[in-house]
């Protein structure tokens, strides 16, 4: 067991090249994604702006029909003024025109306020598509980021994977299955030495999560026996040279 350890051990020096050139790839990946998430809350700002300014847009139409109606009834209230026969009759259509007015006064204000919320609204939305646009170039900026980095160490990353092959060719499946999966989960470090805490104490503790180990996997690392792992973090145990 011990020369499958040190072989894992040699596998480990590999796998650790491999994982920050992993990780590094990750954190340009990870850029691409936050990126692509904020364009997506963009997009989901612009459309609300866009259906806001339909709303808007509605309104103020509608609005408008009614001012022009209001205002060819007050046309005709006031054509009505000169034809009236008889004082009372003058004094109703006066005050039907002075109500037309007054009512047709207050939907105009609100028509100004309609239309100056539309251009509020359309301002915001130049807002939006600009800030669309720089997330797009960023975006762009990102991948093209994420493509130079893939090409920098395609050769170095092909040569690692090369050397871990090689080295990975003795081990038996079962422990390189443990091995990659326990390196996948601690990114690269799939192993831990067993570090003596205090020189006169059989005290001892995983190099990986400094939590205790006991005796008994100390002794089946001295006796060369199975695979021993740390019960916390799970890596792969190995006897720290003195």
């Known amino acids: 067991m011990s020369s499958i350890i040190e072989a894992l051990q040699q ?16 954190s340009r990946i990870e850029r691409i994604e936050r990126i692509e998430r ?42 009505a003024l000169n034809t009236a026969r008889t004082n009372k009759e003058y004094t109703a259509i006066l005050t ?56 920098s160490v395609a050769e170095r990353r092909a040569r690692l994977e090369q050397r871990k092959a090689e080295a990975a060719a003795d081990i038996p499946a079962v422990s390189l299955q443990t091995f990659d999966r326990v390196a996948r989960h601690h ?28 005796l008994d996997v100390v002794n089946t690392l001295h006796g060369g026996g199975d695979l021993q792992f740390c019960q916390v973090c799970g890596r792969i145990l190995y006897l720290d040279k003195p």
Do not use: F, W
């Open 187 to 214: 990114e690269g470090e799939a192993m831990a030495a067993v570090i003596r805490i205090h020189p006169r104490r059989q005290d001892y503790c995983c190099a990986g999560c400094n939590m205790k180990v006991t």
């Open 11 to 26: 596998l480990q020096e590999i796998e650790r090249d491999i994982a920050v050139i992993r990780g590094e790839e990750q």
């Open 38 to 79: 904020q364009v997506a809350a963009v997009d989901r700002r612009l459309r609300d702006a866009k259906a806001r300014i339909s709303e808007v847009q509605r309104e103020v139409d509608a609005i408008d029909l009614d001012v022009r109606v209001r205002e060819a009834n007050i046309a005709k209230h006031r054509e």
């Open 96 to 151: 039907t025109l002075n109500t037309e007015k007054a009512d047709s006064a207050k939907i105009e204000a609100t028509e100004l306020q309609k239309m100056a919320e539309l251009d509020e609204v359309r301002h915001g939305l130049g807002g939006i598509e600009e800030e669309r646009k720089e997330l797009l170039e960023r975006l762009d900026k990102a991948k093209a980021a994420l493509e130079t980095y893939r090409q």
